[in-house]
């Protein structure tokens, strides 16, 4: 947490000087300085304690030599109505609507936010408003001509370009909606609805490969015919991808359920959710959940009632379980503080008598200090650890003699439970 607000107290610093230089040179009593956010901080070792109070995105306005109004802006907004409140600016109050969004300097217009009086009132008005939003853009209306994918996953139907993860609904060779939001949950109601519809995303993603397979870096496809079949195939790098190629694609209506409703469920790839039943001997209800820095979830230990999460730090979080399935924790190795090297190892924090660990890396384990990182890890019994890299998620069970290990995607999030979820049964 100390950590987190020095950094937090030096970008503050370093905006500050740099505004401060900015805002002295010649000309810029003619020049307007905007500082805006988009998004609200994302998951790190603060987030317990900013959950506690109320937070807001920023949006601040130097005008020219003016400084900015004292005690702000109270007016309701949203990050739409950034663009119409800097064109006030600029226009001296002549303009102050832009696209969806109004100026938030003036009573004129209620903003989204005023009308709906709540966040998910306005998401739920978008959501509506989509389709003719949408209509604003010239995209591709069909893949008759064939498509292709390059190696950097930019995909070119004619002119137009998108970037995977991306999905169509298909008639024909024709495109009725293209999905780039939640691309994967598009295509998954397009096929529960008998539609025709195509998906495309790395194979890495779609399929749980061994890291040396030589699809690793390539991009594949999903695609329905309708009736609620699913084929797959490896695109090509070369040569355009058409609709007979799609359509002869291996079959594989029987897998997809068992790999995709799940995500859809849970928000978790295939390969990223692992049942272990041999770890039920910890814990029916055992629950592990490894959340690297960017991830949308957070890391936390759940068995018997008992939930470790605000208590797990950044790095590697070394939990015993005891006889009587209590949750202990031995303590924290974090290899991203710059100010010390860490005391422990995972072998001298798994050598106390227990003979159930639970090791869980939360945010980031790896921070390039390769001596320090390999020191930490020499001398234990585990094996995986060498192919953790750059916010990667992790997490390791030694039970006695017995080991398991899994390892994730950067900035994402790997769960190990020893039973399949109630609302996933039967898949």
């Known amino acids: 947490m100390e950590i987190h607000n020095n950094g937090e107290n ?85 303009l102050n609507e832009l696209g969806l969004g109004v100026s938030l300097r003036h009573d004129r217009r ?42 950097k996953g930019v995909m070119k139907i004619g002119d137009t370009a998108f970037q995977a993860p991306v999905g169509f609904r298909l008639k024909g060779s024709n495109i009725e909606e293209t999905y780039i939001e939640n691309a994967l949950a598009g295509f ?34 999903f695609y329905t015919p309708g009736r ?58 055992l629950k592990i959940v490894s959340a690297a820095y960017g ?16 208590e797990l730090k950044r790095g590697l979080n070394v939990v015993a379980v005891g006889a009587d399935g209590r949750l202990a924790i031995k303590g924290n190795i974090d290899l991203c503080a710059e100010d010390e090297a860490p005391a422990e190892t995972v072998a001298s924090l798994t050598r106390d008598g227990a003979a159930r660990y639970i090791i869980v890396a939360s945010d980031s384990v790896f921070c390039s200090r390769g001596a320090l990182f390999n020191r930490v890890f020499a001398g234990s019994v585990l094996a995986s650890w060498q192919d953790i890299g750059l916010r990667h998620p992790y997490i390791a069970v030694i039970e006695g003699s017995r080991t398991h290990e899994y390892l994730g995607r950067m900035n994402g999030t790997i769960v190990v439970t020893a039973e399949k979820a109630a609302d996933l049964a039967g898949m």
């Open 295 to 310: 991830a949308k979830d957070q890391s936390r230990v759940e068995l018997g009632g008992e939930v470790l999460d605000a």
């Open 10 to 94: 030096c970008s503050d610093k370093v905006v500050g000087d740099f505004i401060r230089k900015i805002r002295s040179t010649p000309g810029a009593e003619n020049t307007i300085f905007v500082v805006a956010s988009d998004h609200l901080s994302m998951l790190n070792t603060a987030t317990p304690m900013l959950q506690t109070v109320k937070r807001r995105n920023l949006l601040l306005v130097f005008d020219g030599g003016q400084a900015p109004r004292p005690g702000g802006v109270s007016k309701p907004g949203t990050t739409l109505d950034i663009g119409a409140t800097v064109l006030d600016y600029l226009t001296d109050g002549h």
């Open 110 to 151: 209620k903003s989204l936010l005023e009308r709906d009086r709540e966040i998910a009132a306005v998401d739920r008005r978008l959501s509506a408003w989509r389709p003719s939003l949408l209509s604003f853009w010239n995209f591709a209306s069909s893949i008759g001509g064939g498509f292709l994918v390059d190696s």
């Open 228 to 285: 609620q079949e699913v084929r797959t195939g490896v695109l090509e790098a070369e040569g355009a991808t058409g609709l007979s190629d799609l359509q002869a694609g291996r079959d594989m209506t029987a897998d997809y359920a068992s790999i995709y409703d799940a995500y859809l469920k849970t928000g978790i790839m295939g390969d990223d959710r692992h049942v272990e039943p041999d770890l039920a001997t910890l814990g029916r209800d």
């Open 188 to 221: 998954d109601k397009a096929l529960k609805s008998g539609a025709e519809a195509l998906f495309v995303d790395r194979c890495a993603v779609l399929f749980k490969l061994k890291p040396t397979s030589p699809e690793m870096d390539r991009y594949c496809y």
